[in-house]
């Protein structure tokens, strides 16, 4: 590999994931005996354990949508982040006589959710609870699957429903269904209209990237957290940058 | 104790690598890897979404034949789906039957959900501030507010100072929502790639590795 | 054959036997020299391991052995006709340890007797009633037992005790209450020698004792003129010493009854110092003991082993009874001694029963959580009512409302075909689109994405429908392609919409063409962008596509003049620019977006290098780019509508958040005031 086939090489991005990779192997081996320390509270997700606690006991179901976005473009990353939800959830509520149900808008969210569900169940040594029918395929199309999603709301006793993934402004109506059938609605998107509508409709909403912390405040695993503080410091990094830059922009250095 | 890396994720990591390299580094072996692996990943994705649909057929069949509630509309589903598909095979998806079926059944529906969309976030709007009232949702309101009349003339009148290229509307839109959206997208992004880096080490397996 | 006499129920069993045929108790002593005078020659014995002066000894007690129970069978006559249960009662009273029966068996055979009537009246006195009995011997027993305890115990009642103010141990206080542990308490104390006295002088000390505590228990009142104090210990000692024969030339030099060269050198009756002080100090203790003793023994009390029997009805179980293993040995070649081990093991001494509580305690904390729990389980069964919901609630009827008066808004201006409202000024981002479009040639490959869903058609159709429009009128070689699975057929339908209401004819493959659906998300997108050819082969309905003329010198996507994307999502519309645009060297990009995507979109037209260049946005883009259009589509039709739609939904939105946040202040305000009243 010599230096001109390297020409047009994109060397400053490879070296923004190389520091954030090494960023996060440090913290995720030096924080492994730390308690975890949130920079600051999300009321979002103490809510959310009460909730799942409660639902235990009141024999209800928790419901996760997914979302319609797929993994293979950038709204993948919210997906997984909805699998490690149903991955939490699935845990905490396998004493239930309700399990979890998942739905999704996409065919591989669907088959990725059904195979979470199986895997955790299969850990936990509850195999004989789960039913493929627990990660569903609600609609190919974005109306479609609000459709598909709403009868849930009106059919199943939910305690809770969290929306972990790609939405767009649809999730209107399935907060709307939530906020009907008294369900405690917590909804995070990657998508900013969706962020701005679930601002507006649902009880308990996740603006920014507060849905990318999931992982870290459901103690999903060490990884999570120091991807989390890998994060914070990187977002300083490119406040500063972004500043700096302005500012020599505006004096003409640039 | 030597832990054993299954399979699935040793591809999982290698493929990622291979890929993410292949996006900073322009090297002839690594783009045409790259490139062999994006074909796969396409088929597999288009694959992926027949599979949703059978498992869509699955699910509401089993509604049907266990004659759970509401069954009846799992059996509408069912028929139209059948119906649909056959219409596309048979004729094609070009074709007038399918196209007709597509603008007389499927637009109308999900255009009335849009409506029915416009009349509930008017009514979230208008709840909003009773369910949380501080300095944000009172923000939040009177953006809306801004950008609703700015958009179209307040009863056949534009008002000057909000409407027009120079006017508030598009002052809004075109800096502190622009700002706002940015600031955002870069912890969107940042949350992705901490996201992408975790399945590329295998710390989060999303596919029952 | 001969007879044995039983050391605890003094009835006669064969010889033979080891164990007492009444009740059960050993006859015949595991360990150690001793063996009924019945059968054993005084003087006989084993003799190896036994010392002259024990074997004296054992002469002397065989004797008075004899005599003892001798003794005890003349009194037992009296007690044949006695009830069957109070032998039962003797059976049972197997608790009493073996050093106790036989030290009550020793100070009879050294001579003590009583006179039934003395028997009698010691029957009622003190806690070891005998009355219940019914058997002199057991009487006799019991005497010989305390007259040996006397001077180191008091068994009295509570209420009798003296009140010199003298300190009352705690097992000794338990005798007036009839406690068997006090009961047992006393049996122990009464087996317990302070100090370290010689063997010897411990039993010339009980000698002392019993001669003196005979005479105290003869008839209840007169134990009130005992003058105790004539029983302390170091008294007794000197008194038992004076009585006891001499024996000491009997001592032998060796262990463990060597005496040390202080006390080899001292005269017989003259105590050590050490002996001294160990026996006033028990003195002290054994006085307030003798007068408590002395002070429970009032008529009509049970005996200790029938005290014991009886059911407590108290919460606290009581201990059980320890047996005190620190007795001094009164007979064999032993006696005298401290600590000696038990003849029979300690597993054949039946323990005196715990006494347990027959009643079950609960507190008052446990009372009350399980008169909960009772009501918890008693309300399952009940089925709780079913709260009738309201079939219309007024959030419905306010729904309804806004519905109503959205679609009248929105309807009527549609349905009378209303266009007095103004259509917008084109803004730079429009005109600049409209100038694009305006340069493209005739036949000339422009790639049309539409890439939004059915539901956004009513404003994506309205914003770019005149974009279509004016590439049909520049004859532009349309090449539809979608990423979304419903994009090919809304392809379909945008160009039949923009056909029928502005007259054009695009029908075939000569004018458009359809790639279909392009999977993979960005992914897929990207391997578009970089060989369309290889990810497209065939159209939609199966034609070869790339075989149309416009289309046959397209490798690239960097190939046709433009590429035009519509779409609803900001995501698509980053997607298009982030991963087509760099691959497109000269050629433009246009986006026709929805207004919801226009903060996201806006920095890529705005940015240098510019990203974008044309950017229609909304029903509001669209009605501005028709604006500048010889003739109107759909924006146009769209306008008057969407214009008091929004007017509308600003007033309503304003009104109802007014309305709704005094009402929510009101009534906090409300449950406030009626929580502080």
């Given amino acids: 590999m010599s230096l001109e086939n390297l020409a047009g090489s994109d060397i400053a991005g490879l070296l923004f994931v190389l520091v954030f990779l090494g960023l996060m192997i440090s913290f995720a081996l030096s924080g492994r005996k730390r308690a975890f320390q949130p920079s600051r509270e999300i009321p979002a997700f103490d809510r959310l354990q009460r909730v799942i606690g409660l639902a235990v006991e009141a024999g209800k179901r928790l419901h996760l949508t997914l979302g319609r976005g797929g993994i293979t473009g950038l709204e993948g990353a919210s997906a997984v982040i909805g699998l490690t939800i149903l991955e939490r959830f699935a845990r905490v509520a396998s004493v239930s006589d309700r399990p979890p149900v998942a739905t999704s808008g996409d065919g591989t969210l669907a088959i990725l959710s059904q195979d979470t569900l199986r895997k955790t169940f299969k850990t936990i040594g509850a195999e004989g609870q789960y039913d493929p029918a627990f990660g569903q395929l609600s609609g190919l199309t974005p109306m479609g699957y609000a459709a598909g999603t709403m009868p849930l709301f009106y059919d199943e006793p939910l305690a809770a429903t969290v929306f972990a993934g790609h939405f767009g402004s649809e999730v209107a109506l399935l907060t709307d269904a939530a906020g009907q059938n008294d369900v405690l609605a917590l909804a995070g998107s990657d998508s900013l209209p969706a962020q701005a509508v679930m601002y507006a409709t649902a009880e308990q909403p996740l603006i920014g990237e507060e849905l990318y912390a999931a992982g870290a405040y459901l103690k999903a695993g060490p990884m999570h957290l120091a991807s989390l503080r890998a994060q914070d410091i990187l977002r300083w990094v490119l406040v500063l940058a972004i500043i700096i830059g302005a500012g020599l922009k505006l004096l003409g250095f640039l | 104790m030597r832990q054993k890396i299954p399979i699935s994720v040793s591809i999982v990591i290698g493929v990622g690598i291979i890929v993410l390299l292949g996006y900073f580094i322009k090297f002839p072996v690594l783009a045409v890897m790259q490139q062999i692996l994006l074909q796969w990943a396409l088929t597999l994705a288009a694959v992926a979404l027949l599979v949703g649909a059978i498992n869509l057929l699955n699910v509401h069949f089993r509604r049907v034949s266990g004659r759970q509630k509401n069954s009846s509309y799992s059996l509408i589903l069912i028929l139209s789906l059948l119906f649909t598909f056959a219409l596309g095979a048979l004729f094609g998806p070009k074709s007038a039957w399918s196209l007709w079926v597509f603008n007389h059944i499927q637009v109308p529906v999900e255009s009335s959900l849009m409506g029915l969309l416009a009349v509930v976030l008017a009514f979230a709007s208008v709840r909003m501030l009773r369910r949380q009232l501080n300095l944000f949702s009172l923000v939040f309101l009177a953006t809306a507010l801004v950008m609703l009349l700015g958009a179209a003339p307040v009863l056949g009148i534009e008002i000057p100072g909000l409407h027009g290229p120079d006017g508030l509307r598009a002052l809004i839109a075109q800096v502190p929502a622009v700002a706002g959206a940015r600031g955002i997208l870069i912890g969107i992004g940042l949350g992705t790639i901490a996201t992408g880096l975790r399945v590329l080490m295998g710390a989060d397996r999303p596919y029952g590795g | 054959m001969g007879e044995i006499r039983c050391p605890m129920c003094g009835k006669p069993n064969p010889d033979e036997l080891d164990v007492c045929q009444y009740c059960e108790a050993r006859l015949k002593p595991l360990i150690g020299p001793f063996e009924p005078a019945d059968t054993h020659e005084p003087g006989e014995g084993k003799g190896d391991s036994v010392t002259d002066w024990l074997d004296s000894l054992r002469e002397h007690e065989g004797g008075e052995l004899f005599e003892a129970e001798e003794e005890i069978s003349e009194g037992e006559e009296g007690a044949d006709e006695s009830p069957e249960w109070p032998a039962e009662v003797a059976s049972e009273e197997a608790g009493i ?322 266009q007095s409202v103004d259509l917008p000024l084109p803004s730079r981002e429009v005109n600049q689109t409209s100038q694009l479009i305006d340069s493209v040639m005739v036949s000339e490959p422009v790639l049309l994405a539409v890439d939004y869903e059915p539901g956004f058609s009513g404003e994506m159709d309205a914003a770019s429908a005149s974009i279509v429009d004016h590439l049909m009128i520049r004859g532009a070689y349309l090449a539809l392609v979608s990423t979304t699975p419903t994009g090919p057929a809304q392809a379909e339908r945008l160009i039949k919409t923009v056909n029928n209401t502005a007259g054009h004819a695009y029908l075939d493959a000569s004018q458009y063409a359809n790639f279909g659906y392009v999977s993979g998300g960005p992914a897929g997108l990207l391997s578009f962008a970089q060989a369309p050819r290889g990810v497209i082969r065939y159209g939609l309905n199966g034609e070869p596509v790339w075989e149309a003329a416009p289309l046959a010198d397209i490798q690239t996507l960097a190939d046709f003049a433009y590429i035009v994307v519509i779409t609803d999502r900001p995501e698509t519309a980053r997607v298009w620019i982030e991963q087509v645009q760099p691959t497109l060297r000269d050629t433009e990009m246009i986006l026709v977006v929805s207004a919801q995507a226009e903060p996201l979109v806006r920095p890529y037209y705005e940015g240098l290098p510019q990203q974008v260049g044309g950017l229609v946005t909304g029903v509001a883009g669209g009605a501005a780019y028709e604006n500048g259009m010889p003739r109107t589509i759909l924006a146009r039709k769209y306008w008057d509508a969407f214009s008091y739609g929004l007017t509308l939904a600003v007033i309503f939105i304003l009104a109802g958040s007014i309305f709704n946040t005094l009402a929510g202040i009101l009534a906090k305000r409300k449950y406030t005031f009626k929580d502080q009243k």
């Avoid at chain 3, 006799?140 to 115990?153: K, L, N, R, S, V």
């Avoid at chain 3, 300190?167 to 000794?172: G, N, T």
């Fill in chain 3, 97 to 418: 340890p073996d050093w106790l029966a036989g030290l009550g068996k020793s100070l009879q055979e050294e001579g003590e007797t009583l006179p039934e009537a003395e028997v009698g009246a010691e029957q009622d006195a003190g806690p070891f009633r005998m009355g219940d009995l019914g058997e002199a011997e057991k009487a006799g027993e019991e005497q010989d037992f305390w007259t040996a305890i006397a001077p180191q115990e008091e068994s009295e009642p509570a209420e009798q005790l003296p009140s010199s103010g003298e300190e009352i141990p705690d097992w000794l206080q338990g005798f007036g209450e009839s406690e068997p542990a006090a009961q047992v308490e006393s049996d122990q104390v009464a087996q317990t020698e302070p100090g370290e006295v010689p063997d010897w002088l411990a039993e010339l000390e009980e000698t002392a004792g019993l001669e003196t505590s005979t005479d105290a228990l003869e008839v209840e009142p007169e134990l009130e003129e005992i003058d105790w104090e004539a029983l302390q210990p170091d008294q007794v000692d000197l008194e038992a010493e004076q009585e006891s024969p001499p024996v000491s030339e009997d001592l032998p030099a060796a262990a463990p009854f060597t005496l040390d060269e202080e006390e080899a050198g001292l005269e017989i009756g003259e105590m050590p110092e050490w002996l001294a002080e160990v026996s006033e100090e028990s003195s002290a203790e054994e006085a307030p003991l003798l007068e408590e003793v002395d002070a429970s023994l009032t008529p009509a009390e049970l005996p200790g082993w029938l005290e014991a029997m009886r059911p407590v009805e108290t919460a606290a179980p009581v201990a059980p009874f320890i047996e005190e293993s620190e007795g001094i040995e009164s007979r064999g070649p032993l006696a005298g001694l401290r600590g000696v081990l038990p003849i029979e093991p300690e597993i054949t001494h039946l323990e005196k029963p715990t006494a347990y509580a027959i009643k079950l305690q609960i507190s008052d904390n446990e009372r009350e959580h399980a008169s909960l729990f009772e009501e918890l389980v008693l309300k399952e069964g009940v089925p709780a009512p079913v709260e009738k919901g309201i079939a219309i609630s007024p959030q419905n009827i306010l729904r309804v409302v806004i519905f109503l008066l959205l679609f009248l808004a929105v309807g009527w201006p549609i349905y009378i075909g209303s």
